[in-house]
């Protein structure tokens, strides 16, 4: 089939390994026909003007997907947005999404996110994890719980700006733990991208919310009480765990085992 995947980049750099990348990739080797779209024009691709799709996936620019003549269109929902009808299918990482678009009469799945292990390749030079702990993202007005979290750790977590691609995951290679705070449009459950991509690089994951039901394998993976967080330490736990929570992921969130599934999809419609 042909697919025309439409995302829309923070910035050039935001490319690698993100979503649009990993999504590409994993469906042209699986054998389809691929062309990538980046709403923002942060990066250019060889026949995006071309006609004839079987399959639009739309990561965002939801309306003007829909714009786009295919067979089939497909959404990707990883936060609160919400697609205006008309889509074939919506997949979700977070249930309550899905019983939503259930609800507007949306055949809608529940898919969790993914981890691109192409990105282990970022570890190569990486000398040693010396960073303790470490939060990548945005603190700001909007994020009142993420703020008081990492407040509560004082100097025990080293925070870092948002970081994208190549970078953030060389940055990930070097640290213990990562401290993962959940917006508050997750409904309580996981469901962010750095569980997966800190996890992956074998960092041991801190974060709040709960597994969704649909994720059996892995209930355990990354759950811990923020308040005892202090009186942990960097030791040989603290590596077998992560470990544990990569091995995990390796196993049952990475593109190879989401790809087959939504190709799947897109021939059932």
């Not at 892995?218 to 923020?226: I, M, N, P, S, T």
Request: aromatic letters at 10%.
């Amino acid at each position: 089939m042909r697919w025309l995947v439409i995302d829309r980049l923070y910035n050039a750099e935001a490319y690698d390994f993100g979503h649009l990348d990993s999504y590409g990739h994993f469906l042209a080797e699986a054998g389809e026909e691929v062309w990538r779209y980046d709403l923002a024009g942060h990066r250019q691709f060889p026949g995006e003007g071309e006609a004839g799709w079987d399959v639009v996936f739309a990561l965002d620019g939801y309306e003007q997907a829909l714009k786009v003549p295919a067979r089939v269109h497909i959404a990707q929902v990883a936060c609160d947005t919400v697609v205006p009808p008309g889509f074939s299918a919506v997949i979700s990482s977070i249930p309550a999404m899905v019983d939503f678009y259930r609800q507007r009469g949306e055949n809608a799945h529940f898919q969790a996110l993914a981890f691109d292990t192409r990105a282990l390749v970022c570890s190569m030079g990486v000398q040693g994890r010396d960073i303790q702990c470490l939060f990548v993202g945005t603190i700001g007005p909007n994020h009142v719980k993420r703020r008081r979290i990492l407040a509560s750790f004082g100097d025990f977590v080293t925070t870092a700006p948002p970081t994208f691609g190549k970078a953030m995951f060389r940055l990930l290679a070097r640290a213990q733990i990562v401290v993962n705070v959940h917006a508050e449009w997750s409904r309580g459950v996981i469901n962010n991208m750095r569980m997966y991509e800190a996890a992956g690089m074998q960092c041991r994951v801190l974060t709040d919310g709960v597994w969704p039901s649909e994720v059996i394998p892995d209930q355990r993976f990354g759950q811990v009480d923020f308040d005892r967080v202090l009186t942990m330490s960097p030791n040989q736990t603290t590596g077998e765990l992560a470990a544990r929570d990569q091995a995990v992921v390796l196993q049952n969130h990475t593109y190879i085992q989401r790809i087959p599934r939504l190709i799947e999809l897109a021939r059932s419609l």
